[in-house]
């Protein structure tokens, strides 16, 4: 692997380095699990707003009706 250098302020630098020792990481893992989760984050945002846009028709209401009464 290929290490490269980043600059970044002395604080944001403190704080990844004591949310990699809460995790017991080191601060590329730490970097890695962050962007990991941002990505999960972006992916979850997307399907949110999918769900919004096509929110359900009576068919849904009807079956989810059915499912949940005592007719079984």
Do not use: C
């Not at 980043?6 to 970097?31: F, M, N, P, V, Y």
């Not at 972006?42 to 068919?59: G, V, Y």
């Amino acid at each position: 692997m290929m290490m490269t250098t980043i600059k970044i302020g002395s604080a944001t630098r403190d704080r990844l380095k004591a949310a990699a020792a809460r995790h017991r990481r080191t601060l590329g893992e730490q970097i890695d699990a962050m962007l990991v989760e941002e990505g999960r984050g972006a992916r979850l945002r997307k399907f949110r707003e999918q769900i919004a846009a096509n929110p359900p028709d009576q068919s849904y209401f009807d079956e989810l009706e059915e499912w949940q009464s005592d007719r079984w």
